[in-house]
């Protein structure tokens, strides 16, 4: 389906279109506010999870969880996880949450080939193996100045 792709061609690939809808390659400020979406996730699950309660509630009750209450979160999971996880994949494809809930063309396989484009046109994987080479040189960096 997808082959791989040289990195000319993936810093010259702008678009992709998959399942009938384009997915593009963000600006760096798309993907941070994407990022920063992503980040405030967790606090909406917990919330939705634990409405109104405050952290050393929820601390509390985690610790005395039974199944009856765990019947309840995973509901609750089920409810909030799915839209955030659309919501998301919306942001970072620029394919409408919409299009994405409802087209049964998309699916749940379609998801998935557009988060693989999506990484493969922003070079994801790419920018982790760099990621990972400059953390090793600041490693380096900070033995080379121990004494």
Wanted: net charge positive.
């Amino acid at each position: 389906m997808f082959r791989k792709k040289t990195s000319v061609q993936l810093s010259t690939e702008m678009e992709r279109v998959v399942r009938g809808y384009k997915v593009k390659r963000l600006p760096l400020g798309d993907y941070l506010r994407a990022m920063e979406a992503a980040k405030k996730m967790p606090e909406r699950v917990v919330e939705a999870c634990f409405p109104q309660m405050e952290p050393d509630t929820v601390l509390r009750a985690l610790k005395k969880i039974d199944k009856a209450m765990l019947n309840v979160l995973i509901m609750r999971l089920m409810e909030v996880v799915p839209a955030e996880a659309i919501a998301l994949l919306s942001l970072l494809t620029g394919v409408p949450e919409e299009a994405l809930m409802s087209d049964p063309g998309i699916g749940l396989d379609g998801a998935a080939e557009m988060v693989e484009a999506f990484m493969e046109l922003n070079g994801i994987e790419n920018f982790m193996h760099a990621a990972e080479r400059i953390a090793a040189k600041v490693k380096q960096m900070k033995h080379g100045f121990k004494s």
